[in-house]
């Protein structure tokens, strides 16, 4: 016995000494965190270098580079495609430069050309496996102009080593900004980044300078029929980064010179300025030409729809996923009551118009009563349901004889005053204006009113708003009614405008595109809505001839706003405080989830 | 005691039991004169009945991945619908290649194991790519940010896709081996049919298991229930996580390849309808509720395959099966109406609300 205790001596020095170093799952912890400290210092440019290279390849396959290719940036020198590819090098050659924990210059700059070079060297795989196997059976787009495209015309043999080269060479462009002084980098993005936009609004540009006499020449001199002039271009870099040069150093003082003016004569600066507004507004379907009148009337109608969205979700925080059936309504009532191919009334636009908004505001509280008890994501997809039904019962041949069926109706009279008939989209735009303006100033007006507040104290807490005797089913009702009100305006401008409806265009994208838009815009604020319809509905119209990139950029961009900029683009204040407070104020990040608007 | 009652009765709750009465009395009434007429006969209802399961427990598939990240990340994944494109989509490649060296004829069975393993590591990947990209920085933020994300992933998938494969319809290559009839007696079922209500209850089987049984699973159900304690509890929330859209990815790749089969085609729009009807099932059964979605996308399938005949027939209503949709919608709205949290309610009821 004795000995079997002696015996057990020596075992907890086994147990000590050996055991925790081989087996313990501690162990093998703590030689990981090590191994990822003494990490190769290029790591950072491999990782940003594959991503890019994915990307970059992706946008090959998908077949956006060619089809930019047909766009020159300059003529004959830079096309869209090559652009497209040398800003995803450039990026992430900065990307690397910036995400390494390398601190050295020079091994800083190493990560951002290890990364241009992997960029190249993706494509350059591309180009390989392109020529080695058609891939065409699986990728349409894989076509033989990709790959002399991304070859420079060269050959495969040269080609692959060009593209290594270019990959490389923006790399270390890429990492020589990095190290450029701020100041110089401004500069340098301004000036590029105005050239590619001269390039690319080409055709929104160079129709409305030949409009105005004298400005016709800057067209002779910038632009040639398929991208800027090389002398364009260069005098077009001077220009602007002289400007923002000058802007950046002088630009504050300016400002503070502003700010500095005696009170009266701010307010002659702001009434001023917006003279100055209504001025440009009201003259602008006459610069702007027929084609970007089309485009603003359809932003119009979007702001109209923003605007009554704005209420429902940023208002009173009722998440609405089928907005577009008082959009419907309001187009159908219209439709009815005007059109001369069903003959059941004959009224003027401005006989019926009064109805189309009454039966927005009525469908607005028959839709809103069965969802006054759900919550969240049960009321989004009720109202999903809703209008959904709308466009399937306005669709079907049940209802063919009274709402048209498939075929819609058509020869919806214009409006007019007097002997203006609101004919084209330079006409219905004044239209759509005053529509905006009078929605605008009525939903601004509602923000700061009782009914205004009611309904943001709904948004943030449904039971203590209703603690402080807010009646939920009143002010829930009168939010439906209001927004389907203001869509049901918009609906009915729009049938007049096309003169005819059809169920297709009342599709789900619709509501869902509104509440893209109340959202990039910044929720519950309204200049907002018309900044968001002008980025998600304007500048889409304007690339159209790239149609089949559109959705994909859109979405990218949606995804992109989402994780860089969530309060939207022109943000209420409350909001911006409420994304951005966790940062500055130490609160808890369930507390900043917790008051999630769709409560 | 009736006053007390009568007290607590609103104007609205009378409102919503009225509109519930009356879409409720079309359809019996409805039902009734279809059923009188008798212009359908006993098969004609079979296929009907058939035809909904297959459908709906496509549809309760998908809406397994719904009800799943909605459980762990509390939002509507928008973009599963493209999770479910995706898969076919690519393994329709596949498929095309076996079918025109002839394998597919030689090896059915095989083939098939190859596309369903094709098509569900295609989603499944999607959808790991979608939460490390689109949704993992957006944990903390207020509700309908991560609602926008999803849209505009989902717009990106679809468009991505349609650059990648084209923007037409591909006809699914056919199984000859699913072509025909299993015939019992009188009745006949598609051997298509039979195949894909199997193949989907085996694998809701397998993925209820799975949540319910396994340890992984019962992580999963912690992380819904209570991200902070499960955290506490030695849970990596963020592997769960991932782990519950790999799963969402399986189902959907699954359902796609079972969709395509029964559907014969292929196209890069083909998710968004199912996706909006999965989803419309999931809130149906109770969103965040595993059975819930089960049962919800069965219900969907069969109220879509029988109600318009049923319901509207008898009504004297022109092309009835047009208004399928809207039947499903309605059947959505009276559930809601009735019991605002879904068929078997939620789970986290009074916590998520």
Partial sequence: MQLKGGESLPYPMFHYSTIPLSHSPKGSLHQGRVMRQARPIWQEGIRVGLIGGIVAVLLSLIGMVEAFSQRDIISNVVSMGHTLLLLVAVFMGYLAAKRTTQTEPLWILVNSFISGLMIGGLLALLVIVGSLINLRKVFVNAMPILYELLTFKQGTQIGVFLLLGAGALSGILAGLFYFSPPLARRVLINSLGSIVMAGVLQDLLYPTFALWGPLAVINEWLFTANGLTLHGAIGLFILVAAFSYFWAKRGSSIRTGLRGLPPKGQRLLKITSLLILIIILLALPQVLGLFLSEVLTIVGLYVLLGLGLNIVVGFAGLLDLGYVAFFAIGAYTMAVLTSPELGFFSLSFWGALPFAIFMGVMSGVILGVPVLKMRGDYLAIATLGFGEIIRILVLSDFLRPWLGGAQGIGKIPKASIGGFEFAGPPQIYYLILVGCLLVAFVSLRLRDSRLGRAWMAVREDEDVAQAMGINLVATKLLAFATGAAFSALSGAIFASKLSSVYPHSFNVMISINVLCLIIVGGMGSIPGVIVGSIALVGLPELLREFAEYRLLVYGAALVAMMLLKPEGLWPEEVRRRELHGAESVETEPKSVSDSKPSK | ?353
């Fill in chain 2, 1 to 353: 005691m009736l006053k007390r009652w009568r007290e607590r009765i609103t104007p609205t709750d009378i409102a919503m039991w009225l509109i519930g009465g009356i879409i409720l009395a079309v359809i019996i009434w409805g039902s009734a004169a279809t059923l009188t007429t008798g212009r359908y006969t006993l098969y004609h209802w079979f296929d009907f009945l058939i035809f909904g399961l297959a459908q709906g427990s496509i549809y309760a598939l998908i809406a397994m991945g719904y009800t799943l990240v909605y459980g762990v990340l509390r939002m509507i994944n928008f973009a599963h619908s493209e999770v479910f494109m995706s898969g076919p989509y690519t393994a329709y490649y596949v498929a095309a290649a076996f079918y025109s060296s002839g394998f597919l004829d030689r090896q059915p069975i095989l083939c098939l194991v190859i596309i369903f393993l094709v098509s569900m590591a295609t989603s499944t990947l999607i959808a790991f790519l979608l939460e490390r990209v689109a949704y993992r920085p957006l944990r903390t933020a207020p509700r309908l940010i991560p609602l926008i994300t999803a849209i505009g992933a989902s717009f990106f998938l679809q468009y991505t896709f349609r650059g990648l494969y084209g923007s037409g319809f591909q006809a699914y290559p056919v199984v000859k081996m699913m072509e025909g009839q299993i015939v019992f007696g009188e009745f006949r079922i598609l051997r298509i049919q039979a195949v894909v209500i199997v193949a989907a209850a085996l694998l809701l089987a397998a993925l209820y298991s799975f949540v319910q049984r396994t340890r992984v699973g019962k992580a999963i159900r912690a992380v819904s229930e209570d991200k902070e304690a499960s955290l506490l509890m030695g849970i990596n929330i963020d592997r769960m996580i991932v782990t519950t859209f790999i799963i969402g990815g399986m189902a959907a790749g699954a359902a796609g390849v079972l969709y395509a089969l029964m559907f014969k085609q292929v196209h890069f729009f083909m998710g968004f309808i199912p996706g909006i009807k999965a989803f419309t099932a999931a809130v149906l059964g109770g969103i965040g509720n595993i059975p819930g979605a089960m049962l919800g996308g069965i219900f969907l399938g069969l109220v879509e395959s029988i109600g318009p005949s049923l319901f509207l027939d008898g009504l004297g209503i022109v092309a009835p099966y047009q208004l399928k949709d809207a039947i499903a919608f309605i059947m959505l709205v009276l559930v809601l109406i009735f019991r605002p949290t879904g068929i078997l309610g939620e789970r986290l009821a009074t916590k998520k609300a």
